[in-house]
């Protein structure tokens, strides 16, 4: 079983959805909880970061954890074509040094048609 | 502010060959990453560095090499190149300082084939 996973799609969804994209996990040492946006050709970027359970709102984009679960999610309002790319989620436990060590799920391609 | 810098793009090699990747940070970062994507795979750690002079294994470090003499500079080596090894390779950083929860900066890879 591996550590992350996450469904690869793609999963495509006309302009102005609402989108979920999700994540589980099997360690339950993790406490940070990320999502990145990778387009096509280019390295990850972060959108969003979480500590523990709850959620965290940003503009458009929502990120939620549930520990109890082992189960994350990442919600796009209103979704736009810019909005295609791959979403990666990522996740660390606390080190208390600063450094992290990331485990990624294998991310999901998302595909907002016009 | 360039960030995280990649050099090459693209690169093919031959079997046996051998080639470094270039990452550059301009950011005086501490913490500097080199991880492979393979499609279906996600994103797994080859090497890492905490400062200058200091590197440790990641997940996948065989038949990969790594050295930091400076901040600024994390070159990741291929010794003998294995056609396993053709990969979309990225380096990322992130700065020092008390908090953990610091976001990953990543360049823009570099694709690898090895024929």
């Known amino acids: 079983q591996k550590e992350v996973e996450q469904d690869p799609g793609p999963l495509s969804v006309p302009e102005g959805a609402i989108v979920s994209l999700n994540c589980t996990y099997s360690?339950?040492?993790?406490?940070?909880f990320m999502w990145y946006r990778q387009y096509s050709r280019k390295g990850p970027e972060l959108l969003m970061y979480t500590y523990s359970s709850g959620n965290k709102e940003d503009g458009r984009f929502t990120a939620q954890v549930d520990k109890s679960s082992k189960y994350i999610s990442l919600f796009i309002r209103d979704s736009q074509p810019s909005d295609s790319a791959t979403y990666l989620c990522?996740?660390?436990?606390?080190?208390?040094?600063?450094?992290?060590?990331?485990?990624f799920g294998t991310g999901t391609r998302l595909l907002v048609s016009p | 502010n360039a960030g995280v810098t990649q050099t090459p793009k693209f690169r093919i090699l031959k079997i046996g060959q051998s080639m470094t990747l270039q990452c550059t940070q301009d950011m005086n970062h501490n913490y500097m990453y080199w991880y492979r994507q393979d499609p279906g795979m996600g994103l797994k750690l080859i090497y890492y560095?905490?400062?200058?002079?200091?590197?440790d294994k990641g997940e996948v470090p065989n038949g990969y090499n790594v050295s930091r003499s400076t901040t600024e500079d994390f070159p990741l080596r291929l010794e003998l190149a294995a056609p396993s090894q053709t990969s979309v390779y990225f380096c990322?950083?992130?700065?020092?300082?008390?908090?953990?929860?610091?976001?990953?900066?990543f360049g823009d890879g570099t694709r690898l084939s090895i024929l």
């Open positions: 360690n339950s040492a993790f406490q940070y």
């Open positions: 560095s905490v400062g200058a002079g200091i590197t």
């Open positions: 990522a996740m660390t436990p606390l080190e208390g040094t600063g450094f992290q060590k990331l485990v």
């Open positions: 990322a950083s992130i700065p020092t300082g008390a908090h953990d929860n610091q976001p990953q900066h």
